[in-house]
T-cell receptor
Framework: DAKTTQPNSMESNEEEPVHLPCNHSTISGTDYIHWYRQLPSQGPEYVIHGLTSNVNNRMASLAIAEDRKSSTLILHRATLRDAAVYYCILRDVDTPLVFGKGTRLSVIA | NAGVMQNPRHLVRRRGQEARLRCSPMKGHSHVYWYRQLPEEGLKFMVYLQKENIIDESGMPKERFSAEFPKEGPSILRIQQVVRGDSAAYFC?????????????FGDGTRLSIL
């Protein structure tokens, strides 16, 4: 049972920023927030993760609310290759990844 | 630096046969996880192994399914006497440790079809 809530789908225009929201109101103090994405016919791909502070890497940025009850994955310039299902996952110590339904992102050229 | 390798990519079996799915983790990774994705559904955790040990098999069906990760060689997910409902994509992931801040790296999966 996923502990996160995400919109079923979102659309973005190519080369525009995309903000993918995730609610996790029951997050515990030891839960890390992980984001993965799954392109068609491929395995999930790690995107980014964080605990309390905002995080940046070459793929995306992760903005975490001050109360940690929500977070936003930011793709700075969407490309057609970013069309995928994006999963927001809370992970505690010694627990497996629990995938929900995720957000299906469509990118329009 | 090779990623997680799974083979075969596609596997077709008839009902009642055995299916063996292999997973070679990334170099330096000693933790392996297996997930199953049924058609039009999300990924579900099956089992977590560390070299020669099963750590968590809470997601594994009680019958017909088994997994191992020997000291040498790939991790194997074995399904005996397959049934149509076993048709799915099976993904393997690896990580260097089990801490919750370590990402898992996934292979491209084995797509199992049961005739």
């Amino acid at each position: 049972d996923a502990k996160t809530t995400q919109p079923n789908s979102m659309e973005s225009n190519e080369e525009e920023p995309v903000h993918l929201p995730c609610n996790h109101s029951t997050i515990s103090g030891t839960d890390y927030i992980h984001w993965y994405r799954q392109l068609p016919s491929q395995g999930p791909e790690y995107v980014i993760h964080g605990l309390t502070s905002n995080v940046n890497n070459r793929m995306a940025s992760l903005a975490i609310a001050e109360d940690r009850k929500s977070s936003t994955l930011i793709l700075h310039r969407a490309t057609l290759r970013d069309a995928a299902v994006y999963y927001c996952i809370l992970r505690d110590v010694d627990t497996p990844l629990v995938f929900g339904k995720g957000t299906r992102l469509s990118v329009i050229a | 630096n090779a990623g997680v390798m799974q083979n075969p990519r596609h596997l077709v079996r008839r009902r009642g046969q055995e299916a063996r799915l292999r997973c070679s983790p990334m170099k330096g990774h000693s933790h392996v996880y297996w997930y199953r994705q049924l058609p039009e559904e999300g990924l579900k955790f099956m089992v977590y192994l560390q070299k020669e040990n099963i750590i968590d098999e809470s997601g594994m069906p009680k019958e017909r399914f088994s997994a191992e990760f020997p000291k040498e060689g790939p991790s194997i997910l074995r399904i005996q006497q397959v049934v149509r409902g076993d048709s799915a994509a099976y993904f393997c992931a690896s990580s260097p440790g089990q801490h919750s801040n370590q990402p898992q790296h996934f292979g491209d999966g084995t797509r199992l079809s049961i005739l």
